[in-house]
């Protein structure tokens, strides 16, 4: 286990004063991009700047970090790694942390009660909202959902503990928190508050005008890359730390957080610790989720399919390399509302990053959730191209790359474990339907990811269906090659 009396003088470590931290901030999803990412510029700021704002980390489901993080002291270890380098830093600015299974909903019901809290912030990853990616309507069919409508006072989903906890501090009197989503969607501070509202607009309908008229939910765009840990990066650290630690998150050097300056009581001056304040978030998160997450989708599904483990190691087939600059650059950029800024300097930026060697990015683990990622992904780009009557080949081709992707075997035909929200749906759509262009009408099929109109758009479904054929016959390899090099 870590501990900060036997570090080696070349770690970073916190030289604040820890016993002088306030448990201002409450994050629910204590995963891999909070502890390298929001953690780690709310650290600098206790660092560099004396900020009081300390974190409750709080897990819903597992809870195996939890109790590794309160036995190192509510310390742990986030390595940036570049290539051959490898730096350290502790990050203490955790005040208490809960497992939401083990401690009880009441603990953390009580936690986000307590009159210090001004934010509360998550990532929960796009399925953690409960929500119609499509639409981005509540889903009231959900299961955790209408657990939460029979017992308002015990929820289990993140709309229904957010909620209680509203009602609460509304109860008492206590002053109004904000609602910060960092997870990948487009406006995701507009998703946040859509779901809590509904949810609340179930039990009385002036307790979801009270919440719209008294909270506010910034909207933010988070940037990191941040894989999932590997046997041979737990090594580096242990050879550098000299010890164990189980919830050490490795990362790239380059981070971006841009929120929008919409606090209901107040926040750290995160912008003194290289967050970007702004009135509207929404260009920003466009620009990230169509280039960067976008061409990430493409490598993920594509890549994997060809048989790379990494997006490293799809940057080293040129024309992988290629596809996902063109994916940016011609027909991503087209459909931004973002201004000002140097789209093919962003798009070069973000291929260096995914040739970084030391980012060991799995694609298997990128292309997890695809049905949630897919709207704000893709398919958002794709209603612009046919709006505008122009070329979206590539597109198209990552969206028949999903749907070889999740029929469940590679190229080898060996199986493939899907890990998707809609897993059960997706399978059985796979199985009653034929390979081919049944197997495509089935998938495309799916409302809630693929609304009404792009199934019943014949440009689109052709398309589609052009690529899946050429997947089937000749691999995602030769698909690719012949693509890039005719766009």
């Known amino acids: 286990m870590l501990s900060l009396d036997t570090l080696p003088p070349d770690v970073e470590r916190p030289q604040y004063n820890r016993h002088a931290l306030r448990t201002r901030m409450v994050h629910i ?23 009081d704002w300390g974190y409750c980390e709080i897990n819903l489901n597992s809870g195996e970090l939890i109790t590794a993080l309160r036995q190192q002291q509510l310390c742990y270890t986030v390595a940036e790694m570049a290539d051959d380098q490898l730096n350290l830093r502790v990050i203490g600015v955790v005040t208490a942390a809960l497992h939401g299974q083990s401690d009880g909903i ?37 299961p955790a959902i209408r657990h939460d409508l029979e017992n308002p006072d015990a929820p289990q989903s993140l709309p229904g503990i957010i909620l209680a906890a509203i009602c609460r501090r509304r109860e008492r009197g206590l002053a109004p928190f904000s609602v910060m989503s960092c997870d990948n969607m487009p406006e995701n501070g507009h998703v946040t508050r859509n779901v809590i509202t509904a949810l609340a607009r179930q039990q009385a309908p002036e307790l979801a ?18 894989p999932a840990m590997t046997d041979e990066t737990h090594r580096a650290l242990r050879d550098k730390l000299g010890g164990e630690d189980p919830v050490a998150v490795a990362c790239e050097p380059f981070f971006q957080w841009v929120i929008e300056d919409n606090f209901v009581s107040g ?7 290289g967050a970007e304040l702004v009135a509207d978030v929404l260009p920003f998160e466009e ?7 976008g061409s990430h989708s493409f490598l993920a599904y594509l890549g994997n399919l060809a048989g790379y483990q990494h997006i490293s190691d799809c940057m080293t087939d040129v024309h992988f390399k290629q596809a996902a600059r063109q994916l940016m650059l011609e027909q991503q950029a087209p459909t931004l509302r ?11 930026s973000l291929i260096a990053r995914y040739s970084n060697r030391a980012i060991r990015h799995r694609t298997a683990q990128i292309a997890n959730d695809g049905s949630q990622k897919l709207p704000q992904r893709w398919l958002d780009s794709i209603r612009w191209h046919l709006a505008h009557n122009s070329n979206f080949d590539l597109l198209a081709l990552g969206v028949a790359g999903w749907i070889r992707y999740i029929s469940g075997y590679d190229e080898q035909g060996q199986p493939m474990v899907i890990n998707d929200p809609l897993s059960a749906e997706l399978a059985k759509r796979v ?28 440009q689109f479904v052709h398309q589609v269906n052009h690529f899946y054929r050429l997947l089937l016959s000749q ?12 766009v």
């Open 106 to 142: 009441e603990a953390v019901l009580d936690a986000l009660s307590q009159p210090d809290v001004a934010i509360v912030s998550m990532t929960v990853t796009e399925k953690g909202y409960c929500h119609y990616p499509a639409s981005g309507e509540l889903n009231l069919d959900h």
């Open 431 to 458: 199985a009653e339907s034929a390979e081919g262009e049944s197997r495509v009408a089935a998938l495309l099929g799916l409302k809630h990811v693929f609304g009404e109109d792009l199934p019943g758009n014949p």
């Open 338 to 348: 973002t201004t000002d800024v140097d789209l093919t300097a962003y798009a070069d």
């Open 209 to 226: 005008d009270w919440i719209a008229k008294t909270l506010t939910f910034p909207s933010t765009m988070v940037d990191r890359i941040v």
């Open 267 to 273: 926040r750290p001056a995160w912008e003194l610790a």
């Open 287 to 293: 620009m990230k989720l169509r280039m960067l997450n």
């Open 29 to 51: 999803g204590f995963g891999a991009f909070h502890r390298a990412h929001q953690a780690v510029c709310s650290d600098r700021l206790a660092a560099e700047q004396g900020s």
């Open 475 to 486: 691999g995602a390899k030769q698909t690719v090659h012949q693509l890039v090099a005719r």
